[in-house]
């Protein structure tokens, strides 16, 4: 099964916005150059999540965007469906009809393949990943190196 880059990335974002949720709003630039994403791929990503009521924005100086929920409460798979992504192993999206008409010689264990998946990914919530030891570790160094930019950035103008 091959999660795309949408699901991907939009959990990526999510728990970056997590771990950054008791401080001021999370800015999308902040994001986009803490986990490599582009900005308006952000953008689109973070309407369908409020849309689903995951983030809420924030308008205006000092402005971004806010989880809607607690943390322990937001599931990968809630963030995966939130921008219309499913979770699916099968070549015929679930429809059985995979060899012409008919379902293929390993729907079955494609389909048990699936349900272990989104039994995993919803039952482990972003505030869980957060207090894994390595996801800390990793965000402060993504922090440091974007602090260390905007230190240069601010040194060269």
């Keep these: 099964m091959k999660l795309t880059t949408k699901g991907r990335y939009a959990v ?3 728990l970056d916005l997590a771990l950054h949720n008791d ?3 999370v800015n999308l630039a902040d994001i986009s150059a803490r986990q490599h994403i582009s900005l308006a ?4 990503l973070f309407g369908k999540l409020r849309k689903k009521g995951l983030v809420e924005s924030i308008r205006g100086p000092g402005g971004g965007y806010r989880l809607a929920l607690n943390a322990d409460d937001i599931t990968p798979a809630h963030v ?5 992504e499913p979770i699916d192993a099968t070549l015929c999206g679930g429809q059985q009809n995979c060899a012409g008409d008919t379902r293929c010689l390993t729907h079955d264990l494609w389909m048990g393949l699936n349900l272990n998946i989104a039994e995993y990914l919803n039952g482990i919530s972003l505030g869980e990943l957060i207090r894994m030891n390595n996801v800390k570790q990793v965000a402060n160094k993504q922090d440091a190196i974007l602090i260390q930019r905007d230190i240069h950035m601010s040194a060269t103008i």
């Design 80 to 84: 995966i469906y939130a921008v219309d």
């Design 12 to 14: 990526t974002a999510m």
């Design 41 to 44: 791929y952000l953008e689109q």
């Design 23 to 25: 401080q001021a709003p």
